[in-house]
């Protein structure tokens, strides 16, 4: 019968400690950085990624007819066409936004992705 006393009053201390640990947690702990705010700890700040810039569209004033004639004149050169070793993802009615240069002139810069 002493053991059940015994595991009954250890029961009861534990209680006890749960309760107070609970109410400390509660009044000093603030939970809601914890579920949020994890990028205000200095930890985490090296790991932050800053906003994408916005991709700001220049249209020129000069078309690419003109521009071809201009190289010609000023650097004595052509502008030839994009040599194309890789078939090309291009769509064929696609144009240069900026100077409405069509398909031929036109090369994806995307790097080692092909």
């Known amino acids: 019968m ?3 006393l015994y595991l009954l009053t250890i029961i ?7 309760c107070w640990l609970f ?3 509660c009044r000093y702990i603030p939970l809601k950085q914890w579920a949020f705010d994890d990028s205000h700890s200095p930890k985490y700040q090296k790991f932050k990624i800053d ?8 249209q020129h004033d000069w ?19 994009i040599v194309r070793r890789k078939p090309c993802d291009i769509p064929d009615d ?19 992705a092909g």
């Open 2 to 4: 002493d053991i059940i």
């Open 12 to 18: 009861q201390y534990l209680y006890q400690m749960n």
């Open 23 to 25: 109410n400390f947690i």
């Open 51 to 58: 906003e994408l810039p916005r991709v700001q569209f220049h």
């Open 63 to 81: 078309h690419w007819q003109l521009l071809i004639p201009y190289f010609k004149h000023r650097y004595d050169q052509d502008i030839r066409p």
């Open 94 to 112: 696609f144009c240069c936004p900026s100077c409405g240069a069509p398909k031929p002139y036109l090369y994806r810069n995307n790097g080692k």
